[in-house]
């Protein structure tokens, strides 16, 4: 409510249903607009209401929560991001349930006594990514019976390599590869087997032709010290004959024609003085042939 004062000569002016005129002894009029008294009785009149309370609560909780919501707003706007990242380490369905084979390989090593037993025999630590490390991953994660002191750990590790670099998941024919409940003899038909005087069971040949195998031979195939003989014929074997294939110096038979494998013929296989048949033909291979192969008296 506003007031003002003025002379008693102006009051005059000032219509009757705009102010009230009040007289005092100095002679001056004291005025106040009628307007703010309106406004006054119609604030009396809210005040008398029941419902101007709850009204006036209301309001104010919603001030109150439009205020922590801007600062919620201001806040997350300028907080740092962190991103977590979630490794999935639960098995894959595939089409072959019996087999558990993943279809996309394990992506953490759980067993560390795995990764050691792998340093050990290959004297480097697996790259992730790479099949080794898919290997180790499967031999820790699925394999959990996989005992790395058993005489036999290298054969099977050498065998699960031998299924992730030459891409498993897509054979034509992956019969029992990489089922955990069996002895890798007994992964495949392709798989051939002998047992030692001890009662051991040790891989002495890899027969897999037209299997859509696709990929390099893995270094790994020198863990098979028993391995005597070797076809994969008309298959999609890229890169270059492995060096570690030949150490064992007990292969007789070694078909990988059909390939695309490129480089050139190791002279290191002419050393091996048991090989009786050798066919790489319809590949890309280079350069000559070792003059060591003619020496081989039984080829």
Not at 258 to 277: A, F, K, M, T, Y
């Amino acid at each position: 409510m506003r007031t003002r004062t003025l002379p008693a000569t102006q009051a005059e002016h000032f219509d009757e249903e705009d102010a009230t005129y009040v007289w005092s002894e100095s002679g001056t009029t004291s005025y106040v607009y009628q307007r703010a008294s309106k406004r006054w009785s119609c604030y009396n009149s809210v005040k008398s209401s029941p419902f101007w309370q709850p009204v006036v609560i209301s309001f104010l909780l919603l001030v109150i929560v439009g205020i922590f919501a801007c600062i919620i707003v201001a806040h997350n706007r300028f907080a740092p991001v962190t991103s977590v990242v979630y490794v999935d380490t639960s098995p894959s369905p595939t089409t072959d349930a019996l087999s558990m084979i993943p279809s996309s390989s394990p992506t953490v090593i759980t067993n560390e006594n795995v990764l050691q037993a792998v340093h050990e025999l290959m004297g480097v630590v697996p790259d992730p990514g790479t099949p080794q490390f898919q290997a180790v991953g499967w031999m820790s994660t699925f394999d959990v019976g996989t005992d790395p002191r058993d005489p036999h750990f290298p054969q099977r590790y050498a065998l699960v390599v031998f299924y992730f670099a030459l891409n498993g998941d897509d054979w034509h024919d992956r019969q029992d590869w990489l089922s955990p409940d069996l002895h890798e003899c007994d992964w495949s038909t392709d798989i051939i087997c002998k047992v030692d005087p001890t009662g051991g069971r040790n891989v002495v040949g890899l027969d897999d032709v037209r299997n859509n195998l696709k990929g390099q031979l893995p270094p790994e195939l020198r863990l098979l010290p028993k391995l005597e003989y070797i076809i994969l014929e008309s298959n999609q074997l890229t890169g270059t004959l492995p060096l570690e294939l030949f150490e064992s110096r007990r292969l007789t038979n070694i078909n990988l024609a059909r390939n695309n494998l490129i480089g050139l013929i190791p002279q290191i296989i002419g050393r091996d003085d048991r090989l009786l048949d050798l066919d790489l033909h319809q590949n890309h291979l280079s350069g000559a042939i070792p003059a060591q192969l003619y020496e081989l008296p039984l080829i």
